[in-house]
């Protein structure tokens, strides 16, 4: 589970943001927290902000990220990167980017908190660390430090060590290359990062049938459920197959409007929302399956307010997220910053200033003058359409 994430001089965000989803002491829907030994965790949380103030770059760092541990090497394949530093401020081109989560294991039943993390520079890798602690400690332990190709601090075996040093290089990480060395003490690293899911603005567009696993095929009860909220979309939908001998050819069927009958007709002639929420819903399925991390870029593009908001509810059920997964969204539908379906500190607002920095922060962080919060019964999207909370759009008159 994902406990913290944090990252600097990174595209628009020169200083380090931190989206914490650890939960705090308010009291709205705390059946939904996910309970991991002495955490208690968010299951979801949503971003809100202007266009171009930084949202999407949450999920670009995130992402890059887990592409650098996950996709980064593997056999003889090397993985290149390029830094993306903060561009309005000349100093920052010769800074690092940091990139750094604390995250915990579904199913370590010592319920210990890792701190992994690392920094790059001119498209290099400058420094990695990976720090656990026991949920009854307060200090965190080495498991491994890196300055440039050197392993400069460890508790790793001295041969681990040394085949670690052979294979690292100037872009590619321990997470990595202990994984393929199968070092246990560092690939839980690789392992919790292989759980993330990712779905940008676009998916669905080239959606390919071909990549549907035969996991997700034959779990014939998520496909009814799949079926039940396409048919919130279009109610003439009355079926749903894949039909294997056609390279997994998906196919909805319709009943015709005169009571003549049904016909088929292939996803790509339905509407942009089904054929997104198709594309979707495989990734829906493998995060449920796993426990892991789904972050949506633009969650609302193409789907109804409702259908966003029965979403957000289904995931907070744990009759229904059963493995507590977690679920990061990006949207500007202020019609699901409400009470009625969000906590405070799983509200999030990203803004940017007029030289170009974003900054992110939590519904859950702001006080007035006089240190007082934002109270649960506030009408969240009135007060922040209001301008009370920031991160709105700055129009120019």
């Not at 992402?63 to 394949?77: A, L, P, S, Y």
């Not at 990976?130 to 430090?145: D, M, Q």
């Not at 906590?343 to 702001?366: C, H």
Request: aromatic fraction near 14%; include cysteine; charged fraction near 30%.
């Amino acid at each position: 589970m994902l406990v913290e994430f944090c990252f600097k001089n990174f595209k628009s965000f020169k200083q380090e943001a931190a989206l914490d989803l650890s939960a705090t002491k308010m009291t709205e829907f705390s059946e939904s927290l996910i309970l991991k030994g002495n955490e208690k965790l968010l299951p979801v949380s949503v971003l809100f902000g202007a266009n171009a103030s930084g949202k999407s770059t949450v999920f670009d760092a995130y992402k890059f990220m887990t592409d650098m541990v996950v996709g980064q090497f593997w056999g003889n394949e090397a993985y290149s990167f390029t830094q993306k530093p903060f561009l309005f401020d000349s100093f920052y081109k010769e800074k690092e980017t940091v990139f750094e989560i604390y995250f915990m294991l579904e199913d370590d039943i010592r319920d210990r908190i890792y701190n992994y993390g690392f920094s790059i520079l001119k498209n290099q890798i400058t420094a990695e660390w990976l720090n656990v602690k026991a949920r009854t400690t307060k200090n965190y332990r080495i498991v491994f430090s890196r300055k440039g190709n050197n392993i400069i601090k460890s508790i790793l075996s001295r041969n681990e060590t040394e085949l670690l040093e052979k294979v690292i290089s100037d872009n590619v990480l321990i997470a990595t290359a202990a994984k393929n060395l199968k070092i246990y003490s560092c690939s839980n690293i690789y392992d919790f990062f292989k759980k993330n899911v990712f779905a940008s603005e676009d998916i669905g567009k080239e959606f390919l049938a071909k990549d549907l696993s035969k996991e997700f095929i034959d779990d014939k009860e998520f496909l009814s459920n799949m079926l039940d909220t396409f048919r919130t979309f279009d109610k003439t939908i009355t079926g749903l197959r894949v039909d294997k001998n056609l390279e997994k050819k998906i196919l909805f069927t319709h009943k015709k409007y005169d009571g003549t009958g049904s016909i088929e007709i292939p996803i790509e002639m339905e509407s942009r929302g089904v054929r997104k929420l198709f594309s979707l819903f495989p990734k829906i399925h493998k995060v449920l399956s796993t426990g892991g991390v789904l972050f949506v870029d633009e969650i609302d593009s193409g789907f109804h307010t409702f259908l966003v908001r029965s979403f957000i509810k289904s995931v907070m059920d744990k009759s229904f997220n059963k493995n507590q997964a977690q679920f990061i969204f990006t949207t500007n539908d202020v019609c699901q910053l409400s009470n009625e379906i969000l906590r405070r500190d799983e509200i999030w607002f990203i803004e940017k200033d007029d030289k170009g920095e974003s900054s992110m922060f939590s519904l859950a962080d702001i006080v007035d003058e006089f240190g007082i919060g934002i109270r649960k019964d506030e009408s969240f999207s009135k007060n922040y359409l209001a301008g009370k909370y920031g991160a709105v759009p700055d129009m120019l008159e």
